[in-house]
Structure formats: C-alpha cells, structure tokens
C-alpha cells in the first residue's frame, strides 16, 4: 500500500481535526507539508503531527505547489480562499480535498470543475456528515421508494449559540465576501444532509435578518421550500440561542416512513420508523454511535485517488448543489421572492 503525501494548507483550528485522523491513516497518508502564513500556527501544528520528521513548512502555499513530492492538496483556510487555491493546486497537478465551502460563487465551482477534468484531478469537499454510518444508512433506504412511500415533507433546523468572542477570532467570520453567511458557515453540513437525503430542491423561499451590529452576516433564517419530488421543506437557523446550543435537527417524514435526528452534532436518533421494517435498537445504536466520518471520508478518497473504478461519496456536483441552494435562499431573501432552481 503505497502512502500519499499530502500538504495541510492552513493550520487552524479544522486543521487540527484532520491531523488527528490522518495520523491514524498513516498508511496511506503522509503529512509532508504544512502551509501558514501564520508560523506560530505552523509550529503548533508541527507539534501535532505523529511523525515530524522530515516534514516541510511554508508560508506561501505557492512555494509549496511548487514542490514536487505532493500528491494531494488539502485545503484548510478560510472559506474565501478555497476556490482559488483549489484551483492553484489543480493547476499545479495536485489532487485536491477542500474543507467547506468548495467556494463561494458558482462561477468559481465552474471553473474548478474544469480545471480537475482538463487535469484529470480528484477533488473531494469535506461534507463529513454523509460518511456518517447513519446517514449512509438513510441514503440507502431513500433509495428505494418501495420501502419509504413517497417523500412528503422535510425540516432542517439549526439553532446554535455563536456569541461575538467566536466571531473575534477570526477577521474573516461573519464578513458576507469572507464567510458567505451563517447558512454557509454553521448551516452547510445540515441543508447538504437535507438536499442529499430528500432530493433536489425546486424553488426556495427565503428570509433571513441581522441581529448584531458588530458583524455583517445573518443571526437568524427561514426558509420554505418545494422539492422536485413534490415534496415541501422548511429550514430555521439561528446562532442566537441562548446560553448555549439548543442544537441540530432533520425530520424527514415519507408516507410509510418518518426519521428525526437531532443533537448537538446530530449524534442522536429521536425516531427511526419504517411500516412493516422492524429495527432492532442495538443495531441503531451501534449505526448512531458510530461518528468517525472524517476517518471514512479519507478512506474513501483514498480508494478514489487509487482505484479509478471507485466512485466516492462526494463528488463536486453534489458538493455545488448546497451552494446553489444556499445562495438561491440569499439571493430569494433579496429579491423578495420565490427562487426557482429549473
Ligand atoms: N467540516 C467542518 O465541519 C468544518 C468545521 C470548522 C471549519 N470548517 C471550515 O474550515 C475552514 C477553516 O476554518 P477554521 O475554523 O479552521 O479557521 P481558522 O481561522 O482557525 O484557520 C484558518 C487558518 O488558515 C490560515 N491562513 C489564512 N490565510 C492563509 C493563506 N493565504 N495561506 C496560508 N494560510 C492561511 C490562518 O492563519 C489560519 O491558521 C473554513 O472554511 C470553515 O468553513 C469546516
């Protein structure tokens, strides 16, 4: 089994995470980079690494793409960055694992997306959730609609606590150009399942508000929606809950099926119904206790990036549809009206 080598654009706080995991894949990942231009970042992330030896630090992910001896880019920086340094790192022959957002902009997803044919490169966006032993488990029964009935209405809620010190961390946060939104930032992993889950969306109706002087994005959300199944949605956020997370939650109800998680990190299985399917709770428990997704997700880009037959979980049309959706709502907001996605 041959190890790739990889180099972590920006060593922040997510980069911290995928270090962790890959310091248990180390058969078939090697951290052979680090890139900050922030070198006290650097160095606390040297220190986390399983095996320092020999790895290289930059500043400049340019100098980095420049060197030879690295076969996937993983990009960990602001979310404004992503798109052009996925870009970047196609360019320069490197296969790619981008942390959420893949971008900001359609046109920038466009551009990625030819840039990794022409290049004959993989990119794999980090929407960790569906990698979930239970998630996969509600993809494969939404599958066969013989089991389920039809798909009749789904919810999405995210009400979080994100007080200012979390904003002050970073310049980027909460910025429109920087961030993209609440939706994007805290709401992403949610509205994906829901999309992924539920199916494609046909219009969106979306109002959202501001709440708080010292950032530009929104506090609070609402949206309704129409799936091109027929079936209708709601979403609500909020990151202004009080004094802590109340959590995450997806209802999704089918004529002869309802399921609804919720939790802090969508770590608890409220109701698990099919008619005439009976589950027992240990085999439930053991598909909700199972939250090792980031560990799945390199597994299966691993597969991906060595097996041309594999087809991974993600691939960039489904990693766009939740920025389609996501600024489809923005856009909605706006305008004041429905936004038909057909
Ligand atoms: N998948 C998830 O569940 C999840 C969770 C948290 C964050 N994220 C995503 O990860 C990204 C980073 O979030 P974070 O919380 O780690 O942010 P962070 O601010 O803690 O880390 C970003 C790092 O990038 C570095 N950086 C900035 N510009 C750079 C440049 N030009 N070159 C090199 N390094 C640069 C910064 O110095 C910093 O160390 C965001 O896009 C966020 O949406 C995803």
Not at 19 to 41: G, M, P
Not at 253 to 277: K, M, W
Not at 290 to 299: A, E, H, S
Request: charged share 20%.
């Amino acid at each position: 089994m041959k190890a790739l080598k990889i180099a972590i654009v920006g060593c922040g706080f997510i980069a911290q995470k995928h270090i962790e995991t890959l310091n248990r894949l180390s058969d078939s990942f090697e951290i052979q980079a680090l890139v900050d231009h922030d070198t006290l970042k650097l160095e606390n992330a040297k220190q986390l690494l399983a095996d320092q030896e020999g790895v290289l630090l930059y500043q400049d992910y340019n100098d980095m793409l420049n060197t030879e001896d690295i076969d996937i880019v993983l990009i960990t920086t602001p979310s404004f960055l992503h798109g052009q340094m996925a870009l970047d790192a196609i360019e320069a022959g490197k296969h790619v694992m981008v942390e959420k957002p893949l971008a900001l902009s359609s046109k920038e997803i466009a551009l990625i997306s030819e840039g990794a044919l022409k290049k004959s490169k993989k990119v794999l966006v980090c929407h960790q959730m569906r990698y979930r032993p239970l998630f996969r488990k509600l993809k494969n029964l939404t599958r066969n609609e013989q089991i389920l009935g039809k798909p009749l209405m789904a919810s999405a809620s995210i009400l979080i606590n994100r007080p200012k010190s979390y904003y002050d961390q970073a310049a980027w946060k909460g910025t429109w150009l920087y961030d993209g939104g609440m939706l994007i930032n805290q709401g992403l992993h949610v509205i994906d399942l829901l999309i992924w889950l539920f199916g494609d969306l046909d219009w969106i109706y979306g109002k959202s508000v501001n709440c708080t002087p010292w950032k530009e994005t929104d506090d609070v959300a609402l949206g309704m929606m129409k799936f091109n199944n027929g079936a209708v949605g709601n979403l609500a956020a909020t990151i202004q809950t009080k004094p802590h997370n109340i959590g995450y939650r997806l209802d999704l109800i089918y004529s002869h099926a309802t399921f609804s998680i919720s939790g802090n990190a969508l770590n608890q299985l409220d109701h698990f119904f099919i008619e005439n399917q009976p589950f027992t709770s240990s085999k439930l428990d053991a598909l909700v206790n199972d939250l090792d997704d980031r560990y799945y997700m390199y597994q299966d880009f691993y597969q991906s990036l060595t097996d041309d037959r594999h087809q991974s979980v993600i691939d960039l049309q489904g990693a766009k549809k939740v920025i389609d959706v996501i600024n489809g709502f923005y856009q909605s907001d706006q305008a004041n009206q429905i936004l038909k996605f057909s």
